[in-house]
């Protein structure tokens, strides 16, 4: 059994208008039926752009968000249908790390008082010692001294900042951790620092990771699988060797091909998919294949009013599209051109219209 199971999971947000906010004029669709599994000790990267519901997937898991309708089963339990004393007891088995860690660690606590919050939620330790003992282990895993204890965020550097982070998350000795951008506030020589802690604490511990992420390197080196979202939707899942190989749906060849490359003479020649269009409103989601807007393969009538399903092309390699096959063997033209031109901003943020 996997140990996290999210099974046509959707998050729709109410938009809501009127004098007293109490009219429902639509929805936004952020994570719109979304299936995955994540197996015990490995990771799962979940990329796409920015608003594409990666954030809201997460918090989902936790029931830091409504559920719409779908399940979260971990270990085997349903999480959307937990009674909420009980969803507060889970939490000790699921911890999320933030992205920016000055936000998310109270200025006015120093990393004892940081740490000893969730022990003292989750009645963990024997007596002050015993959880200070517990602190200090869990500093030493992440690389910090025990000298860190008196300490306030503010004395910390940025990389040091999302070590307290992880620590926190990692006291409760919880089964996954989920890593909404843990790399991106940071500079990008301590990126791959923290990213190798991470590792290293998966290889010591067993930790099961989601790692969410906009950048695809960040995703790569530290992935078992991973999935590809747009608008609310996995469009591609795969290994990460098999996904770098051989992307098959055409977003995922897009975002590839705006990954630079560091070989200068393959960097110049290779071609580079240029999307036209911004990235549709979540309240506003196009008809058929959600992609079909921006698709350079876009086809016909199929495209434009049936949604893909998700499905195996290959062993372990899904795909929503309904040419992959066809694509792949390059037996269909682009019918909008593959510019040599680099992607739209990445951080394209999605605008709620005005209902
Ligand atoms: N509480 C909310 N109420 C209404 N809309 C929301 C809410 N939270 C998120 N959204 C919308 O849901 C969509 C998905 O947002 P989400 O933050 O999950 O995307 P993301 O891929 O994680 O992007 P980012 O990397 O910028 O966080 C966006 O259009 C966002 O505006």
Redesign the pocket.
Known sequence: MSLLELDDLKVH?PIRRGLFMDRTVGY?Y?VDGVSLSVERGETYGLV?E???????LGRAVLRLNDITSGEVRFDGVDLAALPAEQMRKSRKHLQMVFQDPLGSLDPRQNVEAILTEGLAAHDIGTSRADRRARIIRTLDAVGLPSSALSRYPHEFSGGQRQRIGIARALVLEPDLIICD?PVSALDVSIQAQVINLLEEIQESLGITYLVIA?DLAVVRHISDTIGVMYLGSLVEEAGSDALYASPKHPYTKALMSAVPVPDPDVEDARERILLTGDLPS?ANPPTGCRFHTRCPWRQDELCDTERPELRELSTGHKVACHYAEQIDAGELHPTRSLATAILPDAELQ?K?PDA
């Open positions: 947000f936004v952020a796409g920015s608003g594409c519901g990666k954030t809201t951008e906009h979540p999605t709620v």
